[in-house]
């Protein structure tokens, strides 16, 4: 069973990929904060900005999803800087030390929210973010190529807002609705990203659920990882007795 380190693992989206996992692989959990539920798998609890507990989180693993971050698009600079900017490069570095196999990185739609169109056209349109957030998650796919050209295989997934929870919900406006991913949609696309077999060294995806404005970006994951997203319902109406 391969094993697995999910940094953030008592976060959102860390919870509910651990869950869907479960005996899938043998799991190594990071994250600041302790969860009141530690039976999945073997935690550390830390700060990953400090390289030693990045180094003991990954070691022993073969692969990394790398989901710790501060995700508020409101973040401040102070806020940013030990979540999503220093410990990205430690994690990184750890991995590559350890001769990960593969390394996942959780960036955002956010890096692309400067484009004129959202998503952008091509799988992998340039970081353009807004605010300080998406530049910090821009950073992180930047080092995700640079690590790539030193022999870790790094995968970028350019995430959009999640909605999680099973039951089907609605974006809160229906210009979201193309950008929207429900939970396990995300979660199917991290671990098609992580299990990837005789991938080039960097790639990038976007985890929407399937929508006409993403057509692109579905049907490039689609064909290059065999995604099967469940499809967005916009206007709710056209849903009836869906629900
Ligand atoms: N939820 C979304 O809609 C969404 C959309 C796009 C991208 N993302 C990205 O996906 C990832 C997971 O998002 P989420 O919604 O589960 O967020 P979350 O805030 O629920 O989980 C992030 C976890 O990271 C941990 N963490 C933060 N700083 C840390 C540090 N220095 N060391 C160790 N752990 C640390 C936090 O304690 C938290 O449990 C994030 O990288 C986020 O930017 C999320």
């Known amino acids: 069973m391969r094993t697995l380190l999910v940094t953030g693992a008592a976060g959102r989206i860390g919870a509910a990929f651990v869950r869907a996992n479960a005996g899938r ?15 999945q798998g073997d935690w550390i609890i830390g700060d990953l900005s400090d390289p030693d507990v990045a180094r003991a989180g990954v070691a022993g693993c073969d692969s990394v999803l790398h989901l710790a971050a501060n995700p508020h ?8 800087l030990p979540a999503n900017v220093i410990s990205t490069y430690t994690v990184l570095q750890a991995a590559l030390e350890a001769g990960a196999r593969r390394f996942v990185f ?10 004129p169109v959202i998503p952008p ?11 300080l ?4 998650k821009a950073w992180g796919e930047a080092l995700c190529s640079a690590y790539s050209h030193q022999g870790l295989s790094c995968c970028v997934v350019r995430i959009g807002a999640v909605l999680h929870g099973s039951g089907r ?8 609705a193309k950008e929207i991913v429900y939970e396990a949609d995300a979660v199917q696309l991290l671990g098609l990203a992580l299990d990837a077999e005789d991938r080039p060294p960097f790639e990038l995806y976007y985890a929407f659920s399937e929508h006409p ?3 692109e970006h579905v049907e490039t994951a689609r064909r290059q990882l065999g995604y099967r997203p469940s499809v967005v319902v916009w206007p709710p ?3 009836q007795g869906d629900q």
Do not use: C, K, M
């Not at 302790?34 to 039976?39: L, T, Y």
């Open 106 to 115: 959780a960036s955002t739609i956010q890096t692309v929210y400067g484009h």
């Open 25 to 39: 692989y043998a799991f190594r959990l990071t994250d600041l904060r302790r969860p009141e539920d530690v039976s």
């Open 213 to 215: 404005d993403n057509v």
């Open 169 to 176: 919900r609605w974006p809160r406006r229906p210009e979201l």
């Open 133 to 136: 957030y998406g530049a910090s």
């Open 73 to 80: 698009p409101l973040a401040s600079f102070d806020q940013l």
């Open 237 to 239: 109406e056209q849903a």
């Open 121 to 131: 056209s091509g799988p992998d349109a340039a970081p353009r973010p807004v605010n």
